[in-house]
T-cell receptor, first 114, second 113 residues
Framework: NAGVTQTPKFQVLKTGQSMTLQCAQD?????MYWYRQDPGMGLRLIYY???????DKGEVPNGYNVSRLNKREFSLRLESAAPSQTSVYFC?????????????FGPGTRLTVL | AQSVTQLDSQVPVFEEAPVELRCNYS??????LFWYVQYPNQGLQLLLK??????LVESINGFEAEFNKSQTSFHLRKPSVHISDTAEYFC???????????FGRGTSLIVHP
């Protein structure tokens, strides 16, 4: 099993450009999450999908949109990138059959917006 | 709202010395507690978790954490660290009935030879 995979690993954008970060999991998990990690800020939840067909805002959703394409895939879209969105983005998944389930993380996407 | 405080942003220590990484949380209701580790340029992975029962939990690589309900703490300890333990460590808390964890800001453990 590959676990949680993310593409691309690195990306450089210019202000105003758009892009989609892809995430897929092969563990048959119900829930998927997008976080951003910034120095000194820890992990902040952008959006999550509790189950296929549903998505909800997290702590920092502004400037982002998501799509839960199917049970396996959860994408994050930046419609008009801004320098403040320079960050490392992590996708995670969780079974969601119990609230004490741990999360499984992908390797991350390092995004720089110039 | 739930909050998680990791009191030290950086902890430098020499190899083979003991270490404690501190974590406090705010909720007084039932919670599930986690420590995750992030090695350089990688994603987070679970180190250990407390669900119920014995308040002392251990990982396979020598870390342990103790749940202290009265002090709302879940500090991580290791009696003798190795260079390979150099990483970022995150404490996380999930409130019973919620599926969204709250993460602390992380503690960078730096092990010097």
């Amino acid at each position: 099993n590959a676990g949680v995979t993310q593409t691309p690993k690195f990306q450089v954008l210019k202000t105003g450009q758009s892009m989609t970060l892809q995430c897929a999991q092969d563990m048959n998990h119900n829930s998927m999450y997008w976080y951003r990690q910034d120095p000194g800020m820890g992990l902040r939840l952008i959006y999550y999908s509790a189950s296929e067909g549903t998505t909800d805002k997290g702590e920092v959703p502004n400037g982002y949109n998501v799509s839960r394409l199917n049970k396996r895939e959860f994408s994050l879209r930046l419609e008009s990138a801004a320098p403040s969105q320079t960050s490392v983005y992590f996708c995670a998944s969780s079974p969601r059959d119990r609230s004490y389930n741990e999360q499984f993380f992908g390797p991350g996407t390092r995004l720089t917006v110039l | 709202a739930q909050s998680v405080t990791q009191l030290d942003s950086q902890v430098p220590v020499f190899e083979e010395a003991p270490v404690e990484l501190r974590c406090n949380y705010s909720s007084s209701v039932s919670v599930y507690l986690f420590w995750y580790v992030q090695y350089p340029n990688q994603g987070l992975q679970l180190l250990l978790k407390y669900l119920s029962g014995s308040t002392l939990v251990e990982s396979i690589n020598g870390f342990e954490a103790e749940f202290n309900k009265s002090q709302t703490s879940f500090h991580l300890r290791k009696p003798s660290v190795h260079i390979s333990d150099t990483a970022e460590y995150f404490c996380a808390v999930t409130k019973g009935g919620s599926y969204i964890p709250t993460f602390g800001r992380g503690t960078s453990l730096i092990v010097h030879p």
